[in-house]
């Protein structure tokens, strides 16, 4: 299928404003990385606490960290998670330990810091316990001190209370999803006595930890050094294959043009304060691989062309053989754009960072095929001409220009 027929633009022609556009992104995200936000790492590779929260209600972010302030987290990052109408966010604790007492206190800190502050319950309900947050044994003991049904302290009535709690909370996290909209609504699922306790002593705060996960430092660190080694692995074995298919030239233009890929996109997320994290560099990753691809293909076929047009300058065939493979471009890079910003904008939260990352990669990616890549092959040659050498590129006419 061509979308173009006969196209005969000059794309070298307009090499200076490529080349002010390059500089202009590049040399910004570069700025941004040095002096700015540098880059906005992820838990992922600077190690921290993630707390996944659920509310029940559409929750105010502005709020929740003017609450983590007022309880001393002073560095948390909060950021919406999921649908929107499942009310959950992901707080970010700067917290660089690693054992499991660490887990539980980033959960205690964010619960105590949302009860005191956020909470439409908050300080009335000092002393009570939080429903919503309760485990199986802190509700079991619960029940089992203010004894609601006259058992005494017995095994036999220890194992009665945890059966009760068992109900309560598996009707809250299988039922629910985690939030009970009101005590009322354990009428029938537990005894009426117990059902007195729980709406004298207990209360619902509105919002439950789903989960929590922690990375160390150390981790964190290792991680950093993984993914650079990954893309520079990627950009030497890329380098190596273009050499052996084609010229060295071919492998410099394209490393050189997936680097400024990489670069713009990094700089990006810099400008942008957006944060790194695996997913991220798993979408520069595959950009690297898709934008190596696309220039493989035009260099292809100026190889082609270079063959057949042996009078015509290197500028000629470069453009045509651009030109020639611009239906293919337009139709692969147009229907893969159209996927990754339909995953941007309906993906949610979670991978919102790696779709974000493939919309501005393969707009740049696309972009440095044509823009970057094939005017180094010309550049190249009229520097070996300027030097009294001839071009080493197969077929192509010396040239006075």
């Keep these: 299928m061509e979308f173009f027929r006969d196209v005969n633009i000059d794309w070298l022609g307009k090499k200076w404003y490529f080349l002010a556009f390059s500089l202009v992104f590049s040399v910004s995200g570069l700025l941004s990385i040095l002096f700015w936000h540098h880059i906005p790492l992820g838990v992922d590779f600077k190690g921290g606490t993630l707390v996944y929260i659920k509310f029940d209600a559409a929750p105010n972010v502005a709020l929740i960290r003017q609450s983590a302030d007022q309880t001393g987290l002073h560095d948390v990052s909060i950021q919406r998670f999921g649908r929107a109408e499942d009310h959950e966010v992901i707080v970010s604790l700067p917290q660089h330990e690693t054992s499991e007492a660490d887990?539980?206190?980033?959960?205690?800190?964010i619960v105590q810091a949302l009860e005191l502050h956020y909470s439409a319950s908050g300080a009335t309900n000092a002393g009570k316990l939080d429903l919503d947050n309760a485990s199986r044994e802190s509700l079991a003991a619960y029940l089992g001190q203010v004894d609601p049904l006259h058992l005494g302290q017995s095994p036999e009535a220890d194992q009665h209370y945890m059966q009760a709690a068992t109900a309560?909370?598996?009707?809250?996290?299988?039922?629910?999803?985690?939030?009970i909209d009101s005590l009322s609504a354990l009428q029938g699922r537990v005894d009426p006595a117990i059902l007195a306790a729980l709406q004298s002593g207990t209360f619902l705060s509105g919002f439950?930890?789903?989960n929590v996960e922690i990375v160390g430092p150390q981790v964190?660190?290792?991680?950093?050094?993984?993914?650079?080694?990954?893309?520079l692995y990627s950009l030497a074995g890329m380098l190596v294959y273009l050499w052996f298919r084609f010229e060295l030239i071919y492998g410099v233009a394209a490393v050189v043009a997936v680097f400024h890929d990489t670069l713009i996109t990094i700089g990006i997320f810099s400008l942008t304060n957006r944060e790194m994290t695996l997913t991220v560099i798993a979408a520069i990753l595959t950009l690297i691989g898709y934008s190596m691809n696309d220039?493989?293909?035009?260099?292809?076929?100026i190889r082609?062309?270079?063959?057949?047009?042996?009078?015509?300058?290197l500028s000629v065939v470069v453009n045509r053989s651009i030109n020639q493979t611009l239906s293919r471009t337009v139709l692969t890079s147009g229907l893969t754009f159209l996927t990754v910003l339909s995953l941007?904008?309906?993906g949610g939260e979670v991978l919102n960072g790696f779709s974000f990352a493939l919309v501005v990669g393969i707009l740049v990616g696309t972009y440095s095929s044509i823009a970057v890549a094939a005017p180094m092959l010309v550049a190249y040659q009229d520097w070996r001409l300027q030097?009294?050498?001839?071009?080493?590129l197969p077929g192509g006419r010396r040239s006075a220009a």
């Design 103 to 109: 887990l539980d206190r980033g959960r205690s800190t």
């Design 168 to 179: 309560v909370l598996s009707y809250r996290d299988q039922d629910k999803s985690g939030l």
């Design 208 to 210: 439950t930890i789903r």
């Design 220 to 231: 964190g660190a290792n991680l950093r050094q993984q993914a650079l080694m990954a893309t």
């Design 295 to 301: 220039t493989i293909v035009v260099f292809d076929r």
């Design 304 to 313: 082609e062309n270079l063959r057949t047009m042996r009078r015509e300058n």
């Design 344 to 346: 941007f904008i309906y």
């Design 387 to 392: 030097r009294g050498k001839a071009a080493n």
